[in-house]
């Protein structure tokens, strides 16, 4: 008898195997490269994104953009992570890494219509990739971390590709000052920049761009309590920072306290004023000029603190006490009683409240040896500034990247090339089948050049060729693509770098993506559709919006 088709999997389940789900997966991966590729290069064109609460965005940062965009298909989501990865990594070269990913998605379809196996095509990748990585090793040349010169010119070229190209010194200069001033030596002739934690960059509208600066101490967005009577500017001021509250302490929970006499209620008054006072003249004893707390000041405090002529600052972010604390060598105390005399902060050279634009800073300036900086970002509009900021993240990554590891590679599109050279030679010694995926690994590489080329509007065909002559034998590793007029010049001369942290990562990255890729056979989807029956709608749609939420939460 015909048995009856057994049912396994539920109708709501959407179920895609084998070649299929290769070639989706790939179209997906394609057009997500597809979307960030005109951003490659000094010609790069920028992209403008509505969000969802309806602000914009303007950009051509690879990662700022897979950011803002919502993806429904799973193989395009994971291109995205990559290119976040990258960000965090290393911070520079996110566009490379989606157009890499994509390329070497692109020269694997071929293979998979012809049937090879997934994982013989991954084997070949990964052969590749531990070649080029040793390529790019021969090629990198050390930089000293000293020389100004050499490290403008890296960082001028991983900016310009980006809409600051036309600041780009100054760009190139803020992040260089930022990044040597708060880097601290760990030993062994190593150094470690925390940009997140000591460089703040504040963005003001207004004024031009050629204003902004890097101080060489700490602004932030507060004025003196009391600003009529209390100094506004101070030549070297003794600066103490506090972590508590300069008033006069509540009880935990609600206290409650029965007064018979009524003097008792005068005595308790005058406790609470002795109290204060004393935690002022604890204070006052050390002369500071100015008084910094992340709490509470109290009327009663600012009183005594103006009438000995002391500014004070109150309610103080973390972040920003941790700064000054660092550029002005303070220690930040807890308790006005533990105060010694070598908490007291006599780094800085100046203490100035300015008004810019509508609002008022207070900057501490002109420290001798400051260990944290602020990066002063002026500019016609929100969305300039943006921009501009997440152009100097990216410079200062760069910076930070040669002063952890000072190697560098040709820009330009040369480091690729020769490792593509390189291994088309590798790949006549490949044994087996592995050697068709392995060279068209190496022509995957080319990928970069090509759109470089392709972004400055010249003959793509010919320039693709002319350069692979002369990268032929794997020699001339230094030839490359100038993107701004698409001539094929020496990338020494042209001073175009980039960061050999940068290139490895954006490498591996993409190979490894492209393997992951194209280990996937099978996609099925619609798994949480339909609830048990009984279970009722109360457990599953909860977590699923918690699910939703966290999700949207990763990037900021």
């Known amino acids: 008898m015909m048995q009856s088709p057994v049912l396994v999997l539920k109708d709501s389940l959407k179920r895609e195997s084998g070649s299929k789900v290769h070639h989706a997966n790939i179209q997906a991966s394609k057009a997500v490269a597809d979307i960030v590729r005109t951003t490659l290069g000094p010609r790069s064109m920028l992209k403008m994104l509505l969000d969802a609460s309806g602000g914009i965005v303007v950009t051509n940062d690879g990662n700022a953009i897979l950011r803002e965009l919502d993806v429904a298909h799973p193989a395009a989501k994971s291109m995205i992570e990559l290119s976040r990865t990258q960000d965090e990594e290393v911070g520079d070269g996110t566009t490379s890494v989606i157009v890499l990913a994509g390329e070497m998605l692109h020269v694997a379809e071929a293979f998979i219509d012809k049937n090879y196996h997934p994982t013989v095509i991954c084997r070949a990748y990964n052969k590749a990739l531990e070649d080029a990585v040793s390529v790019l090793d021969k090629i990198a040349m050390t930089v000293d971390v000293k020389d100004r010169g050499s490290m403008l010119g890296l960082v001028k070229s991983c900016i310009g590709t980006k809409f600051t190209s036309q600041f780009g010194d100054l760009i190139a200069d803020l992040a260089i000052d930022a990044t040597t001033t708060v880097g601290v030596e760990v030993g062994q002739g190593l150094r470690e920049v925390d940009i997140k934690k000591y460089i703040k960059v504040e963005k003001v509208p207004g004024g031009q761009l050629e204003d902004s600066k890097v101080l060489k101490g700490v602004m932030f967005n507060k004025d003196v309590v009391a600003p009529g009577k209390m100094r506004r500017k101070i030549k070297n001021p003794r600066i103490i920072l506090l972590d508590c509250p300069l008033e006069y302490k509540k009880g935990e929970n609600q206290t409650n306290a029965e007064l018979l006499k009524e003097e008792d209620w005068s005595v308790l008054l005058k406790l609470e ?19 910094i707390t992340e709490k509470g000041l109290s009327d009663l405090a600012c009183h005594y603190l103006s009438k000995a002529g002391v500014s004070a600052i109150r309610r103080l972010r973390k972040m920003d006490n941790n700064r000054i604390a660092k550029a002005c060598g303070a220690v930040i105390v807890n308790r006005p009683d533990e105060l010694q005399e070598s ?146 010049t020496d990338m020494k001369e042209c001073k175009i770098w980039d960061s050999y942290s940068v290139k490895a990562q954006a490498f591996k990255t993409a190979i490894e993506a492209a393997c992951m890729l194209l280990r996937i056979d099978d996609i099925v989807s619609g798994i949480k559709k339909k609830q048990a029956p009984g279970a009722g709608p109360s457990k599953p749609t909860v977590e699923g919006e918690g699910d939703a939420d966290n999700e949207a939460l990763i990037p900021e």
């Open 343 to 488: 908490d007291v902060g006599t780094g800085a050279g100046l203490f100035e409240v300015r008004k810019i634009g509508e609002e008022f800073f207070a900057f501490i300036d002109d420290c001798k040896a400051p260990k944290a900086c602020t990066v002063l970002l002026r500019g016609a509009s929100k969305d300039l500034l943006n921009e501009v900021e997440r152009n100097l993240q990216d410079a200062m990554s760069v910076a930070r990247n040669i002063i952890k590891n000072p190697k560098l590679v040709p820009g330009g599109g040369a480091t690729e090339l020769t490792v593509s050279a390189i291994l088309k030679q590798k790949s006549a010694s490949v044994e087996g089948i592995e050697k068709w995926p392995y060279e068209a690994a190496a022509i995957a590489f080319e990928a970069i050049p090509r759109t470089l080329a392709q972004n400055c509007g010249v003959n793509v065909i010919r320039t693709m060729t002319a350069l692979q002559g002369k990268h032929a034998n794997g020699d001339n590793a230094w030839i490359g693509i100038d993107g701004n007029t698409g001539e094929i």
């Open 273 to 291: 004023e002795e109290y204060i006072e004393n935690l002022c003249v604890q204070i006052l004893k050390f002369k500071p000029d100015l008084v």
